[in-house]
Structure formats: C-alpha cells, structure tokens
C-alpha cells in the first residue's frame, strides 16, 4: 500500500510523449540509447532494438508482415493502453521507438496529447548497405525502401511543427551541437550523457563502443555491381537525396 502511495504522489500530472522517427539501420537505437541517458527518461522497452513494437500485448498487430503497408490501421488506443504499462509514468518524458511510425504521424497524434516527434535520416547508402547484409535484399529493393523513407520523413518535417530533425551524420561527427538542440528542444534531457558507451547494434562490435560515424566503412562493402544498381534508383530521386544533403556516389 505504501508503494501504491509513492507512486500516485510521484506520478507527474503532465507528461510529454516522444517519439522517435527514423527509418531501420539508421542509428535509431543508438539515439534511444542516448536519449534513455536521462534520468528524466523512460523507454517503453528497454531490450534488443528497443522498439515499442515488438512488447507483448503489441507484437501481434505492430509487428507484422505488412507492417510497412502505410494503409493498415493500427488500433493506437490498444496500443497506448498497453505502453503505458510499460512506460514509468512518474517520469516527464514517456519514449518509443517504433520504426514504421515514420508512416503513421498523423494517426499516433490523434490518440497522444503533448508530443514531440524527433526525426533522423543517414546517408541512404550506408542504410541500403544495412539492409541487403541484415534481410538478404537485392539492391534495387533495398535502394527503393531507402527512397520511400526519406519521402516520408520530408513529408515529417514539413508537416510537423513540434519536431526536431537532424541526421546521423551530425549527431555522429557535431555531438555537442545536436545535443544543444535536443536539450533546447526538451529541457528535460539536460543530462544526457553522450560520452558513454552504447551497445547499438552495429556490424563491427556488440560491445559498447563510442557514438560513431560508420558510414564510411559500410559504404565500402558495396560491390561495384551493388553500387550501380542503388544508383539505378537513386539517380531518380535525386532531388530527394539534395534535401537531406545527400549525393550520389558513383563506383570508383
């Protein structure tokens, strides 16, 4: 009864929800990670990819085989109920990290009051390369899902206003710049540590290893064949590549 109490007292009146927006092998976990730093912070699941989608009570409808289907309707009040289990509530900031969500602002936003939306992007070639060696992919597939993810978080930032935006590159190689914005974007997680070691699945290591750009050395594994194929789709889009300050990188 005593813990019943402390907990009622504790449980803040006011949260903010934040969500994490980021297309898959992108650095999503490692900025979880980092976010979850905070002692203001509490992540829906703080295990493997930390994905509020895979908890159980979720899985069943979020983690499906059409789960990147933009037109399947997720019954988000079921899936708040059930967060909110999960989520320390006597905590400001409630945080999830569901990576199909770069779809589905508009329906998350109908069922979460006070939210805040935080949104990243990375070199579409390092992605591509994360997706043919982790699902098997062919290039063209892995290059045409690169593309649809930065057409729907374009659309994020140019929709949303209370959403901060910022690539992995600048969180990677500007820590203490993209830390200022998240802080002035959320001052509660003025204590997020960035000089830690985080254990974001990576191809290198499982071990903690510090916020690292591994762009580069993904980008090499691409064969030259593989190259020309992403560029096959790429060089289509490469309008949507200039927005995020993105190129095209033609086989040397």
């Not at 994360?130 to 699902?135: A, F, P, T, Y």
């Not at 206003?161 to 203490?176: A, G, I, R, V």
């Amino acid at each position: 009864q005593k813990l019943v109490l402390k907990y009622l007292f504790l449980k803040k009146t006011e949260v903010k929800f934040l969500f994490i927006l980021s297309p898959p092998y992108c650095g999503s976990t490692l900025l979880n990670q980092l976010l979850s730093t905070s002692k203001n912070v509490s992540c829906n699941n703080n295990l493997g990819t930390r994905e509020g989608q895979l908890l159980p009570g979720v899985r069943e409808f979020m983690f499906q085989k059409d789960r990147w289907n933009k037109n399947v309707e997720y019954p988000w009040k079921d899936i708040k109920k059930v967060w909110m289990k999960y989520w320390d509530q006597t905590k400001p900031v409630l945080l999830d990290k569901s990576i199909p969500n770069i779809m589905r602002v508009k329906e998350i936003k109908k069922e979460f009051n006070n939210i805040y939306f935080i949104c990243m992007v990375r070199n579409p070639y390092a992605q591509v390369e994360g997706i043919i060696r982790r699902n098997n992919s062919i290039p063209e597939d892995a290059a045409n899902f690169a593309i649809n993810c930065l057409k729907y978080q374009k659309e994020n930032i140019e929709q949303e206003n209370n959403l901060l935006f910022f690539s992995y590159e600048q969180l990677c190689e500007d820590k203490e710049k993209t830390i200022k914005k998240i802080t002035d974007f959320l001052p509660e997680l003025n204590d997020i540590n960035v000089n830690t070691l985080f254990k974001a699945h990576n191809f290198k290591t499982t071990e903690g290893m510090a916020i690292t750009n591994l762009n580069d050395e993904k980008i090499a594994k691409l064969s030259s064949k593989q190259l020309n194929a992403i560029n096959s789709i790429f060089k289509k889009d490469i309008e949507l590549l200039s927005y995020f300050n993105y190129s095209i990188i033609e086989d040397s």
